[in-house]
């Protein structure tokens, strides 16, 4: 069985500052996908950034990035420059065989003006 | 473009009534689908998958089920909803897994209060 850890139940950050979301995970499997999702109050689930375990640059996709650490099991994301519209709940998911995903408790982000 | 639809977008039932929530996908074949639920402040729990027709997996075993009776349509059921049946529903779907990692695309999810 797949176990996401997100520790920060929430963070905030100043305007145009970066912020750093922490996730670890554990898995059993050899070769898993890595993903984020942002989930504004609305309640729709937007994709933001994915990283392949045999990956071995961190991925990045506009202001976010993710910092993979794999001997840590370690997947954590920064948003750089911090923007209001940031403001929302961001889920740590690990994807396994037949596409599923185990997804964390999340992390609700504010962003300050 | 694939479009992924579900409805209704929020329902309000009392307990031990029925429950049909529907899912449907436009733009693909053969997509793999899945049902989650998430609880108010936490993260996604997934209940079935499919990868056909007919071919459901449940991960969690409950007094819900699943059914797939068409290629894109993915319908979550209930004979008699229970209080900790409240939740948001929210359907996904892969193109056909190929071992290959991709983003799952989310619907817009139904908020389901069990009254």
């Known amino acids: 069985a797949q176990k996401i850890t997100q520790t920060q139940p929430g963070m905030f950050v100043q305007e145009k500052e970066a912020v750093t979301l922490d996730c670890t995970y554990d898995?059993?499997?050899?070769?898993?996908?890595l993903f984020w999702y942002k989930q504004p109050s609305s309640g729709e689930m937007i994709f933001l950034i994915y990283q392949g375990s045999y990956d071995q640059q961190n991925a990045t996709e506009g202001r976010y990035s993710l910092n993979f650490q794999k001997a840590r099991k370690s997947a954590n994301l920064v948003i750089s420059a911090s923007q209001l519209g940031d403001s929302a709940m961001y889920f740590c998911a690990v994807g396994t065989n037949a596409g599923k995903s185990t997804f964390g408790d999340g992390t609700t982000l504010t962003v300050k003006p | 473009s694939q479009t992924i639809h579900q409805w209704p977008a929020t329902l309000v039932q009392p307990v031990g009534s029925p429950l049909s929530l529907e899912c449907t996908v436009e733009g693909t074949s053969n997509p793999n689908l899945y049902w989650y639920r998430q609880a108010a402040g936490r993260g996604l729990q997934l209940l079935f998958y499919?990868?056909?027709?007919?071919?459901i997996s449940s991960e969690v075993p409950q007094n819900l089920s699943a059914s797939r009776p068409q290629d894109r349509q993915f319908i979550l059921s209930s004979k008699k909803l229970l209080l900790s049946d409240s939740g948001f529903y929210l359907c996904?779907?892969?193109?056909?897994?190929?071992?290959?990692?991709?983003?799952?695309?989310f619907g817009p999810g139904t908020r389901l209060l069990v009254l």
């Open positions: 499919s990868v056909g027709i007919g071919q």
């Open positions: 996904a779907w892969i193109p056909q897994w190929t071992g290959v990692w991709e983003t799952q695309y």
């Open positions: 898995t059993s499997d050899p070769s898993y996908g």
